[in-house]
């Protein structure tokens, strides 16, 4: 069964400044699709950004953009310019392309807060 | 505008009692997902439904039930049965669960409903 795992429980940063949550995971798959996701205050779960796991080139969204390191299974999320609109839970998420059984299912690690100082 | 709605926001729940948690979406997504989470943990899979009238038990499906009767809407009822049912409680749906796991669609989530024991 595949893992995530969130080892920093909690971060801070300074508004204007950058940022890194990390993210390992488990699995024997060869095709699978990684996600960070956001959840504010208001724990709606907004998609930041994703990665597909054929891929080389790491993905960037604006002022988010990963380290993916396929062999090394880490896929870390870094935040750049920090506003304080960033404060929030920071959730990683696995997903396989196999299709069967719940295998269309997001794998969650147990999340990072994420607090921004003015 | 197109999305999920969930209600009750907030719903209090004496011991012994079912109470039913709705999901709505207009997004014509075909996959719809329950997902629980506690304190300090990601979310889990509850149920999750590939098309009307087809549901399937996620990781931690027991004490709960789901119908799915139209496409736009997959209710939740969490069962007398559930040892300990004060969560969060989030809805999320996608276009298709094979082309959401082989494509990486996205999966996009409702605004959760709490749910308290009293």
């Known amino acids: 069964a595949q893992t995530v795992t969130q080892s920093q429980p909690e971060m801070s940063v300074q508004e204007a400044e950058t940022v890194t949550l990390s993210c390992t995971y488990d699995?024997?798959?060869?095709?699978?699709?990684l996600f960070w996701y956001k959840q504010p205050p208001s724990r709606q779960m907004i998609l930041v950004i994703r990665q597909e796991a054929y891929k080389q080139q790491n993905a960037t969204e604006n002022r988010f953009s990963v380290n993916f390191q396929k062999a090394a299974k880490s896929f870390s999320l870094k935040i750049s310019d920090s506003q304080l609109g960033d404060a929030a839970m920071y959730f990683c998420a696995y997903r396989s392309m196999n299709y069967g059984g719940s295998q269309g299912n997001l794998i969650f690690g147990k999340g990072t807060k994420l607090s921004v100082k003015p | 505008d197109g999305g999920i709605t969930q209600s009750p926001k907030y719903l209090f729940r004496k011991e012994g009692q079912n109470v039913t948690l709705s999901c709505e979406q207009n997004?014509?997504?075909?996959?719809m997902y329950w997902y629980r989470q506690d304190p300090g943990q990601g979310l889990r899979l509850i149920y999750y439904?590939?098309?009307?009238?087809?549901?399937q038990k996620g990781d931690i499906a027991e004490g709960y039930s789901v119908s799915r009767e139209k496409k736009e809407s997959f209710p939740l009822t969490v069962t007398s049965a559930q040892k300990n049912p004060t969560a969060f409680y989030l809805c999320?749906?996608?276009?298709?669960?094979?082309?959401?796991?082989?494509?990486?669609?996205?999966?996009?989530f409702g605004e959760g409903s709490w749910l308290t024991v009293v």
């Open positions: 997004l014509n997504h075909d996959a």
């Open positions: 439904s590939q098309i009307v009238n087809d549901f």
């Open positions: 699995t024997s798959e060869s095709d699978y699709y």
């Open positions: 999320a749906s996608s276009i298709d669960i094979v082309f959401t796991a082989f494509l990486g669609n996205t999966i996009y």
